[in-house]
């Protein structure tokens, strides 16, 4: 499957990037460190408002020094590091994509939109040991061309290293660019598909909530969990697009099989 080909080697490669700052502390201190990975399949809307699902790598990586916890990382999140930490703040580079959407998943009457790559930053403050907020934005230099910013917060229980669940709110912001993108349409395109024009503003574009969930099952072995559910609202809701051919109900979902490694791991 192309796409997911695709999938796999965007994720290796952001995975890489962000695992760049953590290695060069590595090179720094004489602390052992463990590296845990995560791999598996998930599947997620095809696009931004479908109805259909497609099957997508489910990729993480995480490194802590010492007897450290890993750090809490929501699975909806974007690839990213932090660059500024303070003892509850920290911000960074952040990178997104999305997939393709081919003209024939909506009637073949509008245009393919191509993988977007997104890049922005991302700040999130620790408001108290279990409630994390977290705010990305970013502009994509490829695709839909438009500008994407996820809020959220979550509630986060864990018992060290062994398990850990996690359950929050996510807002989903959008402008016009993205917004025509996926959910406009041209009057050119309106003549050819016999569905009304429509020119969405931009603004709030779902609001959802993601649960995640990570087991240890030996020292190295475990799993990793998660389910994500988004609701279309504003403009984005009331697309003549989604209406025909899509969903304003988003489901997302994964699991994964982690193994964990470093000198210090029985």
Known sequence: MPGLKLSLVFSVAIAALSATPVLAQ????????????????????????SDDLSVRPFFDIARAAGDDEFEFEAP?????????????????????????RSSSEVGGAFPDVDISIEL???????????????????????????FIANLGADYVWREGDRQLFSIGPRVTVTDSSYQNAYFGVRPADAAASGLPAYDPDGGVQAIGATTGYIRQLTPRWGIYSYAKYDRLVGDPADSPLVERFGSRNQFSGGVALTYTFGRNVP
């Open 76 to 100: 909806d999140e974007g690839f990213g590091f932090a660059l500024l930490r303070g003892d509850r703040f920290s911000a960074g580079p952040s990178l997104g994509f999305e997939g393709k």
């Open 120 to 146: 922005g930053a991302f700040a999130q403050y620790q408001l108290s040991d279990r409630i994390r907020l977290r705010a990305e934005g970013r502009q994509a230099v490829t695709g839909h061309d438009g």
């Open 26 to 49: 590595k090179n720094s201190g004489d602390e052992p460190r463990r590296t845990r990975i995560a791999l598996g399949p998930q599947i997620t809307p095809s696009y931004p408002g």
